[in-house]
């Protein structure tokens, strides 16, 4: 019998022992309860929907930057209202979670009164999976847009140097009895999140996700990370990637053109931007008008005729939705190496380590 592999090797972890150890090493790291609090529900939050590339995973990285002294652990965003419809939050070098969350609920908050809010946020780091601002926005019954800017991975049309970031684009909007929609898209064919997660796991890549630093097709992760990211669709992949610069890095003050620090380089600040707007359902038409009317779009997406091979159709974010109720009971499945990573992480602080689930 062939030795089982990383991929088969799962320790499953309840999400409440997740956010609890995330917690703990956030704290034992110098980070608030409040803000330890903020952090991990958004790890926790992307291990749960399945996007395990921007999960709790990340917190190697993330404290390695703090140990670094280029993330500002104790840091306090601060709010200005520049109209009564915008405002801006400086980040001051905190977590990327933090400043946004707070900008999001800044920008909900306006929309209620007005039916709008845009928040620019500056001088932030990585926020990890866009969906988790998405679901904040929707819990206050509000749609959303999500941008933000990130560090160079992707070369614009025409070019082979990496000068895009891999920037999330992500909106959403409530449903009635039906899922609500739930976009979350990264410009390229994937997150580069997926190769550092192939790469932390062992395993192989799809060949048409990045071009090795000679410029050549590879299905090795550390190959891929040394050259390019592919955008999807090509030019017009590229051409979101700068989108999401102009919104979040031209508009806000914070680095753009290529000058995000990528959140696993602990040599300086990132300097990431992120742009937020909140608006209101129901300026139109009544708020069961409007559900009535999402569902009645879910209902035509997931039961339009299927192509061949396809078994069922998903509403966009379904499929992480789905992957939520599942996760909730059964557990988050992580490998050997991430659990040994994690609780390294532990032993610096003098924290618990993570607790597995017993019997699976
Ligand atoms: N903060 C950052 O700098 C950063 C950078 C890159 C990516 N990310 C995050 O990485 C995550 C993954 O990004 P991605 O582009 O690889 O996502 P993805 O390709 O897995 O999914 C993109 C979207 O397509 C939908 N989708 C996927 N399969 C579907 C199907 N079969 N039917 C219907 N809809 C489907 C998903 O619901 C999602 O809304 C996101 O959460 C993103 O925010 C963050």
């Not at 890095?249 to 742009?275: E, I, M, Q, R, W």
């Not at 061949?308 to 557990?331: L, N, W």
Request: with cysteine; aromatic share 6%; glycine share 10%.
């Amino acid at each position: 019998m062939a030795a089982p592999t990383q991929e088969s090797t799962k320790h499953h972890v309840s999400p409440s022992d997740a956010t609890t150890f995330v917690q703990s090493v956030l704290e034992g790291n110098g980070v608030s309860k409040e803000h330890s609090a903020i952090v991990a529900k958004c790890l926790v939050a992307a291990d749960l929907r399945g996007v395990d590339t921007h999960g709790i995973n990340r917190i190697p990285s993330y404290m390695a930057r703090i140990r670094q002294g280029v993330l500002d652990a104790k840091a306090q965003p601060t709010l200005t209202e520049t109209t009564p419809v915008i405002g801006q939050v400086d980040a001051h070098n905190s977590f990327g979670f933090v400043a946004a969350h707070m900008g999001m609920q800044k920008a909900c908050e306006m929309a209620r009164v007005y039916g709008i809010g845009m928040v620019s946020v500056k001088h932030s780091n990585h926020f990890g999976m866009s969906a988790w601002l998405v679901q904040q926005a929707l819990d206050e019954g509000m749609m959303s847009l999500v941008f933000t800017n990130s560090s160079p991975a992707l070369p614009v049309w025409g070019g082979k140097e990496k000068l895009m970031g891999v920037s999330p684009l992500a909106c959403g909007a409530p449903g009635g009895e039906k899922p609500p929609f739930i976009l979350d898209m990264a410009p390229s064919v994937a997150a580069r999140g997926k190769i550092y997660k192939a790469l932390r796991r062992g395993e192989k890549i799809p060949g048409d996700w990045a071009l090795d630093a000679e410029g050549k097709q590879t299905d090795d992760p550390a190959e891929a990370l040394k050259g390019v990211m592919l955008p999807m669709g090509g030019p017009k992949g590229s051409a979101l990637s700068v989108m999401m610069d102009v919104f979040s890095g031209v508009l806000s003050g914070s680095a753009f053109a290529g000058h995000v620090t990528n959140p696993y380089d602990p040599s300086k600040p990132a300097d990431v931007g992120h742009f937020l707007i909140a608006l209101k359902p129901d300026l139109f038409m009544s708020m069961d008008e409007f559900k009535e009317r999402m569902d009645y779009l879910y209902q035509r997406v997931v039961s339009c005729d299927k192509m061949a091979g396809v078994d069922r159709i998903y509403f966009p974010g379904e499929i992480e939705q789905i992957a939520e109720q599942t996760r909730k009971s059964d557990g988050i499945p992580y490998v050997d190496a991430e659990i040994k990573a994690l609780n390294g992480e532990a032993d610096k602080v003098g924290a618990e380590h993570i607790r597995v689930m017993s019997g699976r």
